[in-house]
Nanobody, 130 residues
Framework: QVQLVESGGGLVQAGGSLRLSCAAS????????MGWFRQAPGKEREFVAA????????DYTDSVKGRFTISRDNARNTVYLGMNSLNAEDTAIYYC???????????????????????WGQGTQVTVSS
């Protein structure tokens, strides 16, 4: 079982930047695909970004392309989400997710890649003030 702990959320002005971190423990981190999702008030949880185990491939939802960057440090068992040019529509709880063999939440990204995420963190709040 993988445990995931997000950090780095907070209040930021529109146009500002934040970097979220997700520290993983348990299991083998480097072989797992990792992802970020978000859920805004009154909306369903949505895919934000994902990265393969060795970081060779990344995937983003259209609304964050060019503004957000997902990366990982396998030596630190940590995945990051760098967020620039934030706007009010980015306000949400951001969740880290880890792939694995178990059946989990499956999504097909705009790029046409199907990701499976059975492991989830508790989330970190990002609030962008306009």
């Amino acid at each position: 079982q993988v445990q995931l702990v997000e950090s780095g959320g907070g209040l930021v002005q529109a146009g500002g930047s934040l970097r979220l971190s997700c520290a993983a423990s348990g299991g083998t981190f480097s072989s797992r695909n990792m992802g970020w999702f978000r859920q805004a008030p009154g909306k369903e949880r949505e895919f934000v970004a994902a990265i393969t185990g060795i970081g060779a491939s990344t995937d983003y939802t259209d609304s964050v392309k060019g503004r957000f960057t997902i990366s990982r440090d396998n030596a630190r068992n940590t995945v990051y989400l760098g967020m620039n040019s934030l706007n009010a529509e980015d306000t949400a709880i951001y969740y880290c997710a880890a792939g694995g063999p178990a059946q989990g939440t499956k999504i097909t990204s705009p790029k046409g890649i199907t990701w499976n995420f059975p492991n989830w963190g508790q989330g970190t709040q990002v609030t962008v003030s306009s």
